[in-house]
């Protein structure tokens, strides 16, 4: 499956937006970009996805590159309960398999200052 | 009904007892997924139900074993575990679509094992 590579890291003041980058430049025609973040003592929580356009809802939006190699999650005014660590995931359209399997990276920590 | 209920949220166990975790979900989900999470990790996958069946395996040691009683609940029964088997465990589900990559899972909480 193809990987992604995010900052360890990334920091941000309360209501400013975050970008949040995402490369997968060995992503396939049929891979979907998924988004999901887990806060502290929590399981995951989806946060978006998409496959060729821009997109949007309500707790952020994914701009994604032309090529597809690259996304980029934008929280557009950071609270402090997004302090999270977020996780950028390709999901394969699988031939004879109807399951979402997601596999992990190490993703990335958002720390918001008030 | 939008949430995974996991229990017990907390369980610590010797060596050589056996317990189990629970998973229950409303939503009519019919795959259901059981991921291990060390500290500071990402959450590997373990093992995947669709419609009741075991699909996946992730070459998991048979000390864990899985079980789906029905289309809401999923347990794992844990048997003979190691003190590095401490984990978060955490359940999740999600529709069964044609398109894979479309799939959105849902998590609970999960359930954090010590293991003595």
């Known amino acids: 499956d193809a990987k992604t590579t995010q900052p360890n890291s990334m920091e941000s003041n309360e209501e400013e937006p975050v970008h949040l980058p995402c490369n997968h430049s060995t992503i396939s025609g049929t891979d979907y970009i998924h988004w999901y973040r887990q806060l502290p003592s929590q399981g995951p929580e989806y946060v978006i996805h998409?496959?060729?356009s821009n997109v949007n809802n309500r707790m952020a939006s994914l701009a994604i590159a032309e090529d597809r190699k690259s996304s980029t999650l934008i929280l557009h005014r950071a609270t402090l309960r997004d302090a999270a660590v977020y996780y950028c995931?390709?999901?394969?359209?699988?031939?004879?398999?109807?399951?979402?399997?997601?596999?992990f990276g190490r993703g990335t920590q958002l720390t918001v200052w008030p | 009904d939008t949430e995974v209920t996991q229990t017990p949220k907390h369980l610590v166990m010797g060596m050589t007892n056996k317990k189990s975790l629970k998973c229950e979900q409303h939503m009519g989900h019919r795959a259901m997924y059981w991921y291990k999470q060390k500290a500071k990790k990402p959450p590997e996958l373990m093992f995947v139900?669709?419609?009741?069946?075991?699909?996946i395996n992730e070459s998991v040691p048979s000390r864990f074993s899985p079980e789906c009683p029905n289309s809401s609940l999923l347990n794992l029964h844990l048997h003979a575990l190691q003190p590095e088997d401490s984990a978060l465990y955490l359940c999740?589900?999600?529709?069964?679509?044609?398109?894979?990559?479309?799939?959105?899972?849902?998590f609970g909480a999960g359930s954090r094992l010590t293991v003595l």
């Open positions: 995931i390709l999901m394969p359209l699988r031939r004879g398999s109807t399951l979402g399997r997601l596999y």
């Open positions: 998409g496959l060729t």
């Open positions: 139900y669709s419609y009741e069946k075991l699909s």
């Open positions: 999740a589900s999600s529709h069964i679509l044609v398109n894979s990559g479309a799939n959105v899972l849902t």
